[in-house]
Nanobody, 129 residues
Framework: QVTLVESGGDSVQAGGSLRVSCEAS????????MGWFRQAPGKSREGVVIIGATGVITYADSVKGRFTAARDNAKNTLFLQMESLKQEDTAMYYC???????????????????????WGQGTQVTVSS
C-alpha cells in the first residue's frame, strides 16, 4: 500500500518562507517519479515541481528561483522549500507519485496530474498580505 503524507503547511505573510514535507511509504523515492502540485479554490490543479527518480528536478516557471525541491533518500521523504512567498502561492499543496519513472520530457508532467497515480491528502499554504 502506497501512502504519501504531507505536512508543514501554514499561514505566512507575503515575502515569508515555509517548508513542506512529503513522507512516502510503499514506494521508493529513488525509483519513482514524484511531484508537488497545488490547487487554489476554483482553479485546476497545477504542477509546481517534478522530481525524477534520478533526482533531476523541473520547476514550473511561476516558482523558479523561489522554490527549491529536495529529497532525503534515507527517509524516503520529499521537501519543498518555499521562499519569497506571494499571495498567489496560496493553495492546497499535494505530493504525488508514479509507480515508475517519468519517461520523456519532465516538463510535460507538470501539466499532467492525471499521470500520477498516488496522491497525499494535501497541506494548506496560505499567504497573506
Amino acid at each position: 500500500q502506497v501512502t504519501l503524507v504531507e505536512s508543514g503547511g501554514d499561514s505566512v505573510q507575503a515575502g515569508g518562507s515555509l517548508r513542506v514535507s512529503c513522507e512516502a511509504s510503499g514506494i521508493t523515492v529513488t525509483r519513482s517519479c514524484m511531484g508537488w502540485f497545488r490547487q487554489a479554490p476554483g482553479k485546476s490543479r497545477e504542477g509546481v515541481v517534478i522530481i525524477g527518480a534520478t533526482g533531476v528536478i523541473t520547476y514550473a516557471d511561476s516558482v523558479k528561483g523561489r522554490f527549491t525541491a529536495a529529497r532525503d533518500n534515507a527517509k524516503n521523504t520529499l521537501f519543498l522549500q518555499m521562499e519569497s512567498l506571494k499571495q498567489e502561492d496560496t493553495a492546497m499543496y499535494y505530493c504525488a507519485a508514479r509507480e515508475t519513472k517519468c519517461p520523456g520530457g519532465m516538463s510535460s508532467y507538470l501539466n499532467g496530474p492525471s499521470l500520477f497515480r498516488y496522491w497525499g491528502q494535501g497541506t494548506q499554504v496560505t499567504v497573506s498580505s
